[in-house]
């Protein structure tokens, strides 16, 4: 059984995957026009957040790499 820190470790790890994917997936339809919307923040603040983020993920799979935390789990 998995202990309670590494089930949240998965999870967050999981949750962000998700939201970056998303967030790169807007950024892609904005520079091919094909956003419904026009968001209000500029768009280097949002690759700014989107880079921040694959960055937090890298240290994710770091630490699952050196507290053996499967992330497939």
């Known amino acids: ?14 949750e962000l995957n998700k939201r970056a994917n998303k ?6 339809k ?5 956003l419904d919307f ?10 700014k957040q ?3 983020m694959l960055e937090y993920l890298e240290c994710l799979k770091t630490r699952a790499i050196l507290e053996d935390v499967d992330l497939e789990y």
Do not use: I, N, Q, S
Request: hydrophobic share 35%; net charge positive.
């Open 30 to 34: 904005k520079r091919l026009g094909k």
């Open 50 to 52: 989107h880079d921040a």
């Open 23 to 28: 967030l790169e997936k807007m950024l892609r």
């Open 1 to 14: 059984m998995m202990k309670g820190y590494k089930k949240r470790m998965v999870k967050e790890f999981d």
């Open 38 to 47: 026009d968001p209000t923040c500029p768009d280097w603040l949002l690759k």
